[in-house]
């Protein structure tokens, strides 16, 4: 078995998980990013995705997370996103409503800024529709993510 390393993952509204963990993946900007018990000091930014935690003695914990960072340092990682959630607790009619508002907003004329934050909402949205289609299908088994 893995050495388990302290794991805090914290969004704005809610503290998601705060325990010890054997592996996180994080969604970054190339891809996702596995960590382990003595990884190198680091600071990454995170970009809408899964983060799935391996506790070491149960089932893997899976949450969508929307963009933040994360600090590595000695033998604890703090992963702070904007909003992160558990395939289950996704509202599949909200995320629907969701996407077709993104969609419409990319439609109109926008600032650059605007235009990118318009991009966040409408990937998150889609995410979260394929995770909670998943979650459904699989009768709350994500293992296999």
Do not use: C, W
């Not at 558990?86 to 995320?95: H, V």
């Not at 949205?125 to 293992?143: I, V, W």
């Amino acid at each position: 078995m893995s050495e388990p390393f302290h794991l805090k993952i914290y969004a704005a509204d809610k503290a998601f998980y705060d325990a010890d963990a054997v592996s996180v993946t994080i969604p970054v900007t190339d891809g996702g990013m596995q960590i382990l018990a003595h990884h190198e000091p680091l600071v990454v930014a995170t970009v809408t995705g899964i983060i799935k935690v391996d506790p070491g003695d149960g089932e893997p914990l899976i949450g969508i997370a929307g963009v933040g960072f994360t600090e590595i340092t000695r033998n604890e990682v703090v992963v702070l996103v904007d909003s992160i959630e558990r395939p289950e607790e996704i509202d599949e009619a909200r995320a629907r409503n969701a996407l077709a508002r993104a969609q419409e907003q990319l439609l109109t004329d926008q600032s650059i800024q605007e235009y990118r934050v318009s991009q966040a909402s409408l990937a998150r949205a889609m995410l979260r529709l394929s995770m909670a289609g998943k979650n459904a299908r699989l009768g709350h088994n994500l293992d296999q993510e």
